[in-house]
């Protein structure tokens, strides 16, 4: 059984910083492309990051590009995404994703977390 655990959530002041993780487990972790996606309330789930499965390629959402950082640890089976300089519009539930392939191109999200809360306040 495939399974994909978020953590590091929480509460931070704009400005700020966060880190969260998602470890995977049931699955050969480092043969899959992993993502990050969020959703705020009232909103439709968006595309926040994305790395390959061996960490040498990622691709951003441009309101994150420059402030947010995706990489993965293939010997802990786990990925993180790192957010600096965080603002309000950043508050929403963050999902991470497998991908069924190596690259997060030409393949689909075939697994996800259930999610952690990300709160920013001005």
């Known amino acids: 059984q495939v399974r994909l655990t978020e953590s590091g959530g929480g509460f931070v002041q704009a400005g700020g910083s966060l880190r969260v993780s998602c470890a995977v487990s049931g699955r050969t972790f480092s043969s899959h492309a992993m993502g990050w996606f969020r959703q705020a309330p009232g909103q439709e789930r968006e595309f926040v990051a994305a790395?390959?499965?061996?960490?040498?390629?990622?691709r951003y959402a441009d309101s994150v590009k420059g402030r947010f950082t995706i990489s993965r640890d293939n010997a802990k089976n786990t990925v993180y995404l790192q957010m600096y300089n965080l603002v309000p519009e950043d508050t929403a539930v963050y999902y991470c994703s497998s991908y069924s392939g190596p690259d997060y191109h030409g393949y689909d999200n075939d697994y996800w977390g259930q999610g952690t809360q990300v709160t920013v306040s001005s």
């Open positions: 790395i390959n499965w061996n960490g040498a390629y990622t």
